[in-house]
């Protein structure tokens, strides 16, 4: 499973939403990939106001915020077939 952080230096969120997900990812292995927003145009106009965003499977799923026992369920539903929900908080 992969799990994307659309991230950018000098965030404290975007810190705060890594620390986050290495938490979860001692208990739920996926694989990380952080890129930093403004390397691409195109993701930067779509993101640049909802740093940090998480995507995971390909869906938008947390953005701004993240809460250790959300990204938890949402990777387990992922895990077994459940399709993503967006977060109640922080999906659109």
Known sequence: MIVRLYSKPNCCLCDQAKEVL???RERIPF???EEDIRADPATFAAYRYDI????I???DTFKLRL???EVEACL???LHGTPV???R???E
């Open 22 to 24: 290495e938490r979860v």
């Open 31 to 33: 694989d990380l990939v």
């Open 52 to 55: 940090p965003v998480v995507i």
């Open 57 to 59: 499977d390909g869906r």
């Open 67 to 69: 809460e250790e026992s």
């Open 76 to 78: 387990r539903r992922a």
């Open 85 to 87: 929900a967006h977060s």
């Open 89 to 91: 908080e922080h999906g």
